[in-house]
Every structure is written in C-alpha cells, then in structure tokens.
C-alpha cells in the first residue's frame, strides 16, 4: 500500500476521513479492504477522524491548496492521451466530463483529494509513494507534472477546511492505526513493523 508518511500533507483531510470510513464508497476501484465494515456509521465516523488526526500530526506540514506554479491545462490535456494515461482511466470531452468506457477508471475524485501541487508531486515520482503501485512512472519533468495535474485537477479544487490536529485524538489515532494493523500494508515512520493483513 502507499506510504503514508505524508499523506496529511499530502491528502485533504476531509478526503482522508471519508476514505478511511469507506474506501470502496469514497473512490470505486480502490484495492484497500473496508476494515470498517459492519461497524455503525457513528464507529466509523470516530475512529476515521482519529486516525486522520494521527495521520496529519506525522505529516511534516499541513496540507495546502498552494499551486506551485501555473501549469499549462492544454498540455496537460495533450500529456493525458498521448503519454498513456487513457490506457487506464477515462478520457473526458471538451467541457471536461468524464467518458467512462467499461474497464477505464474514473479520476473525478482527484479534486476531492488533491491540490494542483500534491498531485503534480505525485504524477513527478508515483513509486516514491506507492511503491509497488501499479501506475508507471512516466519520467515527466517537474513541468509537464504540473501541467498534467492542472488539467486533471482542473478548476475543481475544493475549498480546504484547515484540520486543528487534537492530542487526545492522535493518540486514539494510533491505537486504532495499530489495532486495525494498518502497517500490515503501509509505511509509517515511527510505527512497527506489523504482521499480516487481518
């Protein structure tokens, strides 16, 4: 699984609440088990927000919707179906609507989840986060990263609700991070190594 060492800086917040709560739900495809499952959406709701609290405290900086630079959205639509990309995920049409053709991944959710310049940091070294994922490195420039992540983002990005990270529940954050054995499949700087996937 990706390393999430970062991700509070990486992921807004409320994306990472509603992931953790419901990954198959909150993005249709994802390989992650829903650990939650069964458990009412109260339980679900409290430990989502404690270990997204836990997440962010070990993050090295909060996350933010900063740009990084203008990227050039026509080029990165060029990039987009000439590099590969709709291998895998679906194309879109002039107003920029998704064509989901069976078989393709949809990418509406990367404005949830991302900002311009953590998606561009991204599509720059995808396997520096997902190790083992199975997005090719597509050895894009510093540039065409930004330009592809401004196309793709488009002028969808959500407004960021600033996460004031509380003590009590970063600390209810980790037991259930280890609990649910989530370094079963993740990175995590200052976590043990864990056993098996439950």
């Not at 895998?88 to 991302?114: F, I, N």
């Not at 986060?129 to 992540?149: H, I, T, W, Y």
């Amino acid at each position: 699984g990706p390393d999430l060492s970062q991700v509070g800086s990486r992921v807004l917040p409320d994306y990472l609440r509603r992931f953790i709560a419901e990954p198959t739900k909150t993005q249709p495809g994802v390989t992650m088990p829903d650990l939650l499952a069964g458990k009412s959406t109260a339980e679900q709701a409290e430990v989502a927000e404690a270990i997204t609290h836990f997440l962010v405290a070990k993050a090295s900086g909060p996350f933010s919707l900063r740009k990084g630079g203008d990227g050039d959205l026509v080029v990165g639509k060029q990039l987009f179906h000439e590099i590969g990309c709709v291998a895998c995920h679906a194309p879109r049409d002039d107003k920029g609507q998704e064509l989901v053709p069976p078989g393709l991944l949809s990418l509406t959710h990367l404005s949830q989840k991302y900002g311009r310049e953590s998606l561009a940091e991204f599509l720059f070294q995808p396997h520096r986060v997902r190790p083992s994922g199975r997005m090719p490195d597509f050895q894009l420039s510093r540039k065409e990263a930004n330009d592809l992540a401004t196309y793709l983002i488009g002028d969808n990005a959500k407004p960021v609700q600033p996460l004031r990270v509380r003590k009590e529940l970063v600390q209810k954050g980790r037991t259930y991070f280890r609990q649910y054995n989530c370094v079963a499949c993740h990175l995590l700087k200052g976590e043990p190594a864990g056993g098996k996937a439950l």
